[in-house]
């Protein structure tokens, strides 16, 4: 099994910058898909940022398009989510999520337990 830690989280103003991280408890090898998820009391969870390992294509949620950027350091077993010109809306718990051979969904995947975001 995988074990995930989300860190990095915190509060900040508007138009300020967070980096989210996600460590792992083991080597993230090219057969992982690792996707950032966020979630606010009451409202579905939305997939916000996805890296492929295998062939470094990363896909983003329309709305963070320009502002995030997911990338990773196999060297640290580290994924990480640049956060820049944050938004009230972008507040939410974060979710580090990661699966082999397809990326993961709410449902399923190696899951963190949560880092929260909160944009003032």
């Known amino acids: 099994d995988v074990q995930l830690v989300e860190s990095g989280g915190g509060s900040v103003q508007t138009g300020g910058s967070l980096r989210l991280s996600c460590a792992a408890s083991a080597y993230i090898d090219s057969s992982f898909c690792i996707t950032w998820f966020r979630q606010v009391p009451g409202k579905e969870r939305e997939s916000v940022a996805t890296?492929?390992?295998?062939?470094?294509?990363?896909d983003y949620v329309d709305s963070v398009k320009g502002r995030f950027t997911i990338y990773k350091d196999n060297t640290k077993n580290t994924v990480y989510l640049q956060m820049n010109s944050l938004k009230p809306e972008d507040t939410a718990m974060y979710y580090c999520?990661?699966?082999?051979?397809?990326?993961?969904?709410?449902?399923?995947?190696?899951w963190g337990q949560g880092t929260q975001v909160t944009v003032s």
């Open positions: 890296i492929v390992a295998r062939s470094g294509r990363t």
């Open positions: 999520a990661a699966q082999r051979a397809t990326c993961p969904t709410p449902g399923s995947g190696y």
